[in-house]
């Protein structure tokens, strides 16, 4: 497995190009804007495009992603269809976001916790993970030791949980249950910032690691 990151937008997010390298195809997680970007990055590693993955709706993780849909004519999988209303309101969040205007449109496929879903030759398993989103989802590729965690948790931090539907207690619970539980070597990929281990936020997160009250 190759990943590709290609930080996007102002707001630096983290998309994700997962490659399988037996196959060479590829899924784009969370394209959140720069089309062009991607496109190139694709081009240049010469990768098939498979499907698009969402973790959450915020317009700064799917921006990019119908205009991906159209060009490469591929299915846009995710997040859980609690998710639905984040992509209703995608012209309020190019307002709230200062973003250009934006459409809404929607995913081929909702996913629902315990799916798996592959590129390639990888499987990955998904999580849901609700309070930064109620739709928000996680991917977790076993053999590999690496979950994709969107904005669920960051290096020493948390995702935000002020927007709408935002839930604090339901997001430690959701990284409690189901990132802290997984292999302390797993590799934790985040939708902004630096990457971490599983190992290094049991022990240092403040909001997670039991240190700090």
């Given amino acids: 497995m190759k ?16 490659v399988c390298e037996q196959t060479q195809q590829a899924v784009v997680v969370d394209p959140g804007g720069d089309a062009d970007k991607i496109n190139a990055a694709l081009k240049q590693h010469n990768l098939s495009l498979a499907a ?7 317009l700064d993780h799917v921006g990019a992603a119908h ?5 490469h004519k ?4 995710g997040p859980h269809e609690d998710e ?7 012209p309020m969040q190019a307002t709230m976001f200062g973003f250009k205007p934006i459409n809404s449109f929607y995913p081929d ?12 030759l ?5 999580l849901h993970c609700p309070g930064h989103t109620p739709g928000h989802v996680v991917f977790y590729q076993q053999a590999h030791n690496t979950v994709i965690v969107g904005d669920v948790i960051f290096k020493g931090s948390i995702g935000r949980t002020d ?4 839930d604090s207690k339901q997001l430690i619970d959701s990284i409690v249950q189901h990132i802290m539980t997984l292999p302390p070597n797993t590799a934790i990929l985040s939708g902004h910032g630096n990457n971490t281990h599983v190992a290094h936020e049991q022990a240092t997160n403040p909001f997670v690691s039991g240190q700090f009250g």
Avoid at 52 to 58: E, V, Y
Avoid at 67 to 71: A, K, M, P, V, Y
């Fill in 3 to 18: 990943i590709i990151t290609i930080p996007v937008t102002p707001f630096m997010q983290n998309c994700r190009i997962i």
């Fill in 74 to 77: 591929v299915k846009m999988i």
């Fill in 67 to 71: 205009n991906l849909r159209e060009q």
């Fill in 163 to 166: 927007f709408p539907r935002g």
């Fill in 84 to 90: 639905r209303f984040w992509f209703d309101n995608l």
């Fill in 109 to 120: 496929e909702w996913l629902a916790h315990g799916d798996s879903i592959k590129v390639g």
């Fill in 52 to 58: 698009i993955w969402l973790t959450h709706g915020h």
């Fill in 122 to 126: 990888l499987e990955f398993k998904v």
